[in-house]
């Protein structure tokens, strides 16, 4: 009898084939899995509820689906060899032509992309490596041996380098909140009441004469009349994961993470010894519960396993996709996760809303507080009419494929303008619970946005667009609503003095009396002398520009584009 047809000899062949699909699908699928999520740790920030959720990702990237191939491959060689050896060759040509695609997007350029059936060359060699592997043993065997640690080096390696994303920071020890609360009162500081709302433009406040749109945006426009507008603020980036540290540390991104952990000199730590501290976070977790009071959404659909992994899958259909396939894939670029069902993201935000109402209902008037909360509403997709009612229409957001098609920018602008009035209302629903609880007069209140979309049908959406040395949006993409009412303020004052959002956390300080332990390159906006800086912002990749302070010079570059090599200057 053929020793391979012998139990033993059976079992030995089947374990080489664990390895092989082992090794293959940790080259093919996980490994690409693994270096998305360490090179994009917000997602996992903003995602994971439990640090279960990173071995789920393990098991259901990496052991499970090649254990089930290697089951797969005993049945057909039961039924045959040459059936298990088909079966095993077509499987590896499979995983190696999708390791091929990956490598072509990542790598390649665009004059390859340009070719006809660019991604129909890969056929060939993992064609052929694949019947290799299927018609030779000792191959198979050789090629599993060699890269098997694989399946135990990159799964500790991913662990290892995020693991510590959803923990406390235990080493640090929680003290009381009841003393901190008598300790924030016995120093009667001011309360303070800090809202951002995500995705806010100022241009679509703005009325002709250049002020707030009082008929579509009333309560904004009552800020206005009783706070300080700087009209001019810029945010310091047009995504999230950039701007929110640049106004919760006083300075520019220097690290990535929105965390505690990963940037621990910050406004809470700052204000942690004199205030009792209320964090309704939204895309960050800096808020430590043994700490301060964290509103978090215990929602079953936040904390769903299977919505995390198949946000996750989303995440590698979009790396390993050829480009141009017509498949119906979310757009994962429009939010930081749910992409199977953006409905879920208007929904958690409508209720993480009322939650936040209801906490500060709950407040203590004489109590020495710090309120921060982060609205993920106008943030796209704009379904919510002005009235609350949600309707699901497409297109749902700005997008760079709109460029040049100026009546479809225009209808996804109706359903943007009316997603701000929605917030509009939110925020008079704010202003008035401050005002019934006898929080308002008192307190220092900051209303701003961690950054605009663009509506400019040259270049609508979230990316910076630089041609010929002008950002053609940056106009609605950096300027940003800012409004700040101090303490027992009973008028208003519009300035135009250049301001950026990096200034929030030194003027917190400022207006409450702190003195700040770290470097900060902001300034607080009532400093006496302020010379005039360049307005600084960073693009989704990180890649710094520097536009002119003075806004009448327009958003001219003064830095090269950091994605564009330089040339070498040719001898005249």
Same mark, same amino acid.
């Given at each position: ?6 139990? %033993? ?117 993992? =064609? ?45 020890? %929680? ?9 924030? @009162? ?5 309360? !303070? ?137 979310? #757009? ?14 208007? #929904? ?42 949600? !309707? ?25 303008? #009316? ?117 600084? @912002?960073?693009?989704?990749? =990180? ?5 002119? =302070? ?23």
């Amino acid at each position: 009898m053929n020793a391979g047809r012998q139990p %033993g000899g059976l079992l030995g062949s089947w374990f080489v084939a664990l390895l092989l699909f082992f090794s293959l699908w940790t080259l093919a699928v996980a490994q690409s899995v693994y270096s998305m999520l360490v090179a994009n740790p917000n997602f996992l920030e903003v995602r994971l509820s439990s640090n279960s959720q990173l071995l789920g990702i393990v098991a259901v990237f990496n052991l499970l689906p090649p254990l089930l191939l290697s089951l797969a491959w005993l049945l057909a060689r039961l039924l045959g060899e040459q059936l298990g050896r088909g079966f095993l060759g077509i499987v590896a040509a499979g995983l190696l032509l999708l390791l091929f695609w990956q490598a072509q997007n990542l790598y390649f350029g665009e004059w390859w992309h340009s070719l006809s059936r660019s991604y129909l060359f890969w056929l060939l060699p993992a =064609g052929l490596l694949g019947l290799a592997l299927g018609r030779s043993p000792k191959a198979a065997r050789a090629f599993a041996l060699v890269a098997a640690p694989l399946m135990l080096f990159l799964p500790v390696v991913f662990l290892a380098r995020t693991w510590s994303i959803h923990q406390e920071s235990a080493r640090q020890s %929680g003290q009381n909140l009841q003393q901190a609360l008598s300790r924030a @009162a016995s120093l009667k500081r001011p309360a !303070v009441f800090f809202l951002i709302f995500d995705e806010l433009s100022l241009p679509v406040l703005l009325d002709t004469g250049g002020g707030i749109d009082a008929a579509a945006f009333p309560r904004f426009a009552e800020l206005a009349r009783h706070s300080y507008w700087f009209r001019q603020a810029t945010a310091n980036a047009d995504f999230t994961n950039n701007s929110l540290p640049t106004m919760l540390t006083g300075n520019f991104p220097r690290r990535a993470g929105l965390t505690q952990q990963a940037l621990p000199e910050n406004i809470f730590a700052l204000l942690e010894p004199h205030y009792e501290l209320f964090l309704y976070e939204t895309w960050s977790k800096f808020c430590l519960p043994q700490r301060y009071h964290c509103l978090r959404d215990s929602d079953r659909l936040e904390a769903s396993h299977a919505a995390l992994f198949l946000d996750v899958f989303y995440l590698f259909a979009a790396r390993a996709v050829p480009r141009g396939a017509r498949l119906p894939l979310p #757009d994962v670029r429009k939010n930081w996760g749910f992409f199977f069902n953006p409905r879920l993201i208007i #929904d958690l935000a409508l209720r993480r809303f009322e939650r936040f109402l209801e906490a500060v209902s709950a407040l203590h008037p004489s109590a020495g507080v710090f309120v921060f909360f982060h609205n993920s509403l106008p943030h796209s997709p704009y379904w919510v009419k002005p009235d609350g009612k949600v !309707v699901e229409e497409e297109p749902a957001a700005f997008d760079p494929a709109q460029r040049g098609d100026a009546a479809q920018v225009a209808a996804v602008l109706a359903r943007y303008r #009316d997603q701000v009035a929605f917030a509009d209302s939110q925020l008079g629903r704010f202003l008035d619970l401050l005002k019934q609880r006898n929080l308002y007069d008192s307190s220092l209140v900051i209303v701003t946005s961690d950054h605009g979309v663009s509506f400019d049908p040259r270049a609508p959406g979230r990316d910076l667009v630089v041609e010929d040395g002008l950002a053609l949006n940056a106009e609605q993409l950096l300027r940003v609503p800012l409004f700040i009412k101090r303490p027992h303020q009973q008028e208003g004052l519009v300035s135009d003095r250049e301001v950026q959002l990096i200034d929030i956390m030194p003027t917190v300080a400022d207006v409450v009396g702190l003195e700040v332990p770290w470097a900060q390159e902001g300034r607080s906006v009532f400093s006496p002398a302020a010379p005039l800086r360049n307005r600084v @912002a960073y693009d989704r990749s =990180g890649h710094r520009y520097e536009f002119p =302070g003075d806004p009448r010079q327009g958003w001219r570059v003064l830095t090269p584009d950091p994605r564009r090599p330089e040339r070498a200057e040719q001898p005249r």
